[in-house]
Each structure stands twice: as structure tokens, then as C-alpha cells.
């Protein structure tokens, strides 16, 4: 009994919003935010899309990678925190688009981690053979909920969508085991004021721009490398593995340097880490499932490796899995 990937997808929009580009919206330059960040440039989607539609396009391409009919899929499961609107969920949008009906679909709010407590909710429900085929998805428009004239934050981030296609298989690799974590009480660190039950939105919460994502960002900072290496601590220790036995680290892309903070904690080479993050900056829970993707589609992820994602967002939310990749190359 067990629960895999069979199959992953990406879709990035064309629109490219470079640091040349932000130099001329907001007091900044290039050298700041590649040295501070590590990126260089970010996806923007076109007026007329939004999270499902990039959703869309990735859910495709992971159910063609796993060589799979849509109908086979029992459940989409859509990790995002820039729905298309409060309800119906981004999930059932999305069912609609793939011309599916008469399954279950939910989203779940969990942040950058939304991706990797994804992919656990699907393993769960896969595992003992109650759901065959899952569809789990992270796409988010961050661009929509991005102030363009608040330096700290605008450099940051991009849009993109994640997807993969968790299965019931008869063997115990694939997704070992996942460690979810959270932190309420620093939910103030990085959140979005208005547009929810406590501050429904008004001409007010518009022109004070409380609908945008604010961040105290050097605390944020602190605490990411804590708790995403302290996530990857409790997975290796549970299943006794050690750093030299993973073949591939594949962390949330929010700043190069929390990236490389929590790769020299854990004792992990750069080499064995992913780091795709100068092209797309920070799309919240798309950043590890496009990361993912990008591995397994670049040849650094094959068959019988081991592989640890780990992530880390608003909630404060964090999770770190391990996977023994048993698809074909
Ligand atoms: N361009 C130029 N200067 C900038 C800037 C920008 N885009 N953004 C901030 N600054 C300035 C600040 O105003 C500050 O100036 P001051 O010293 O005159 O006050 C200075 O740079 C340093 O700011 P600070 O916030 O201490 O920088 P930092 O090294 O912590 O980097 C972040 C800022 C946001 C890049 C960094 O804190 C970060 O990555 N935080 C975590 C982000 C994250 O992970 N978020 C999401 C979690 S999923």
C-alpha cells in the first residue's frame, strides 16, 4: 500500500517582469534585489487570466506526463491563496474547465506550503486505495495581490501554476512521508488585511491598499530558515535518513539566501539543491511544484532517488516531505 506521483506539470505565463523593468516603477535597482534575493526576473499572467486558468494549463500537462485519461481523476485538491474569487473553490473552476463533474474538490489556504500539504491530504487519501487518481494543484496570481508600490514586497513575486497526479500504488515508495506545520501566533508577519469577514472590502480598504500582501520581511526572513530546517530535521530523523542520502533538496523559492541558510544548516551541498528562483521569484505554493516539475523534466530527479521538498509561507505555515521517485524516466 502506498501513494505516488505519477505524473507533474507546470505552466508559466509568457509575460516577463524583469528587475530593469521594477527600476522604473519603484525606488530600486537590479544589483539590490539579485544580491538580497536572487532573483532577476518573475511571470506575469495576461488581464484575462486568473489562478484556475494557469491551474488549467499545468493540471493538462501532469495528466498527459502520467499518461492518464481526466476521467480517471476522484478528487482535485487546488492549494492557493489567490483564488479566483471567495467561492465556489478554485478546485471546482477548474474541475469545470477540465470537463470533469461528480467528483470531490476543494482548496486548501495553506500558503507557499500549500503545495506539500497538498500532495500529504492526496497521499492520505490514497494510500489505503479509497482514492485511486488525485489532482493536485498550486496556481496563484500573486501579481493580483501584489502593491506595485511597495519596494519590499513587489520584487518578489510571480505568477505560475504546479500539478501533479497522485496514485494508489501497491508499493511503499513514492511519497514516504510528510512532517505539516504551523504557527498562528505570527500570522501578523505576512497576511492580507482586507477582502475576508473582518474588514470586507470598501472604498477605505482600496485606497489604503489593504488588499495587497504586506510583509515584515526580515522576520519573516529568520524564522524561514528555522523552520525549514528544522522541518527537513524532523523528517530525516523519523525516517532515519541523513543529508548525504538525498539526492535531490527541493526548497520554497522565496530568497536565495534563506535557500542557502537552510542548505548549510542542514549540511546539504548547493549541488544537491534545486534553485530555479532567478526566473520566477516567489509564486507562493507554486514555487516547489514547479521546481518539481522543472527537476524531473531537466533529468535531475530519476527513478529510485530520494528527494526532500520543503517549504515555508503565511500562517505561518511549514512542511517538508520525502519522496522515493519511482517513475520511469
Ligand atoms: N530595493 C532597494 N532597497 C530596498 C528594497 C528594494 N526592493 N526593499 C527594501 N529595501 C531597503 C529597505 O528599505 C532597507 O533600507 P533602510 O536600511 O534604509 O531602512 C534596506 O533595504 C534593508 O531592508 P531589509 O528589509 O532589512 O532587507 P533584507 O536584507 O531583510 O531583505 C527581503 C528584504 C524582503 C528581501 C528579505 O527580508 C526576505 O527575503 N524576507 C523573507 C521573504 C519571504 O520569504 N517571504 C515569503 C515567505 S513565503
Redesign the pocket.
Known sequence: MGSTIIGTGSYLPEKILTNADLEKM????DE??VT??GIKERRICSENMSSSDLGVEAAKKAILDAGISADEIEMIICATITSDMPFPSTACIIQSKLGLDNIACFDISS??SGFIYGLELARSFTNNGCYRKILVIAAECMSRVTDYTD??TC??LGDGAAAAIVSHSGDTDGIIDSYLGSSGKYGNL?YIPAGGSKLPASHETVSNHLHFMK?E??A??KI?VNAMSSAIKKIFERNNIHAEDISLLIP?Q??IR?IQGVARSMGVPMEKVFVNIEKYG?M?AASVGVALDEAVKAGRIHKGDLVCMVS???GLTWASNLIRWNKDD
Do not use: K, P, Q, Y
Open positions: 519603484v525606488d530600486t535597482s539590490w534585489i538580497r534575493t500558503a507557499c519596494r519590499s520584487v518578489l505576512l510583509m520581511g526580515s519573516v526572513f524561514a520554497h522565496a530568497n534563506i516567489n507562493s515555508f509561507g503565511a
